[in-house]
């Protein structure tokens, strides 16, 4: 991954981070590891725990939830049972 992208993808998860936080989230971890995988945000909102993907694009023609394919979800889910 080059240091651009690296880049792109750390603001992401901070505006992620941001977003969730003012709409009441407690950011619990970020960039957690577990089961070999790593979950970008894990945040928590009354007893509520969540496993956050962040997807960050340059450009508009590519939503990022186009991204977050069934493989995808799936090592985030093994991540999430590991923690």
Same mark, same amino acid.
């Given at each position: 991954m080059t240091l651009d992208r690296l880049r792109l993808g750390e603001e992401g998860e901070r505006l992620a981070a941001r977003y969730l936080e003012e709409r009441g989230y407690r950011v619990v971890a970020r960039r957690?590891? +577990? /089961? +070999?995988?790593?979950?970008?945000?894990? &945040?928590?909102?009354? +007893?509520? &725990? /969540?496993? &956050?993907?962040?997807?960050?694009?340059?450009? !508009?023609? /590519? !939503?990022p939830a186009t991204a977050v394919d069934w493989r995808k979800r799936r090592q985030v889910a093994s991540a999430a049972l590991a923690a």
């Open positions: 957690w590891r +577990g /089961a +070999g995988r790593e979950i970008d945000l894990v &945040v928590e909102k009354a +007893g509520l &725990v /969540a496993f &956050v993907e962040v997807k960050t694009r340059r450009s !508009p023609l /590519a !939503p």
